[in-house]
């Protein structure tokens, strides 16, 4: 029996070995099993990195959105109360602009009645004027300047020794803004 345990332990023994040589063998790949693992777990927050990067970003863009509509919003609202009275503006400039031809008809020989009267109405276009300058409404400077599209509207040309060229000679009509914007273009004749 001696040959028996013998062939046992040597059966045993080799399998053992084979065991053991098969465990190596197996050991790398486990090993690079492991790496790719580890890498398929840093893969892992990676991929999770990204969509939460992606979230991040459509979060500062919607909120970019947001601020700028805001911005846009309060910019209209501001407009609306700035320019909300230009209409009205429009149709007091009209009566203003008849008392102003008034005084410019007024008589300097006229009895002392009529110069009283003048007076009142010299009053009554100060308080005017008065109304629209609390109200942002300004005139806009014409007579003397160069000639400006944007704020004069040229419905003749006269030859004028006196001004250069392209320069305002006569005021027609009076033009007006309200805050900044124009709402009347001043009607002028400019030099040729």
Request: hydrophobic share 35%; aromatic share 6%.
């Given at each position: 029996?001696?040959?028996?345990?013998?062939?046992?332990?040597?059966?045993?023994?080799?399998?053992?070995?084979?065991?053991?040589?098969?465990?190596?063998?197996?050991?790398?790949?486990?090993?690079?099993?492991?790496?790719?693992?580890?890498?398929?777990?840093?893969?892992?927050?990676?991929?999770?990195?990204?969509?939460?990067?992606?979230l991040q970003l459509q979060y500062l863009?919607?909120?970019?959105?947001?601020?700028?509509?805001?911005?846009?919003?309060?910019?209209?609202?501001?407009?609306?109360?700035?320019?909300?009275?230009?209409?009205?503006?429009?149709?007091?400039?009209?009566?203003?602009?008849?008392?102003?031809?008034?005084?410019?008809?007024?008589?300097?020989?006229?009895?002392?009645?009529?110069?009283?009267?003048?007076?009142?109405?010299?009053?009554?276009?100060?308080?005017?004027?008065?109304?629209?300058?609390?109200?942002?409404?300004?005139?806009?400077?014409?007579?003397?300047?160069?000639?400006?599209?944007?704020?004069?509207?040229?419905?003749?040309?006269?030859?004028?020794?006196?001004?250069?060229?392209?320069?305002?000679?006569?005021?027609?009509?009076?033009?007006?803004?309200?805050?900044?914007?124009?709402?009347?273009?001043?009607?002028?004749?400019?030099?040729?």
């Open positions: 029996m001696d040959n028996e345990e013998k062939k046992t332990v040597d059966v045993e023994e080799e399998l053992q070995a084979e065991e053991t040589e098969t465990a190596e063998a197996e050991k790398p790949e486990t090993e690079n099993a492991a790496e790719e693992a580890g890498e398929a777990k840093e893969a892992a927050p990676e991929e999770k990195a990204e969509p939460q990067e992606d863009r919607l909120a970019a959105d947001f601020q700028n509509y805001r911005r846009r919003t309060e910019k209209e609202k501001s407009d609306i109360y700035a320019f909300a009275n230009e209409k009205f503006a429009m149709e007091l400039l009209e009566v203003i602009d008849n008392f102003e031809r008034a005084m410019a008809a007024k008589d300097p020989d006229a009895d002392d009645k009529f110069n009283k009267f003048a007076e009142g109405m010299e009053l009554i276009l100060k308080q005017l004027k008065g109304v629209l300058d609390k109200n942002h409404i300004t005139e806009i400077e014409a007579e003397g300047k160069p000639f400006d599209p944007n704020f004069h509207n040229a419905v003749l040309s006269e030859a004028a020794e006196d001004a250069e060229s392209g320069t305002v000679t006569k005021v027609l009509q009076k033009g007006y803004q309200l805050n900044g914007k124009v709402i009347r273009p001043s009607m002028v004749a400019v030099a040729q």
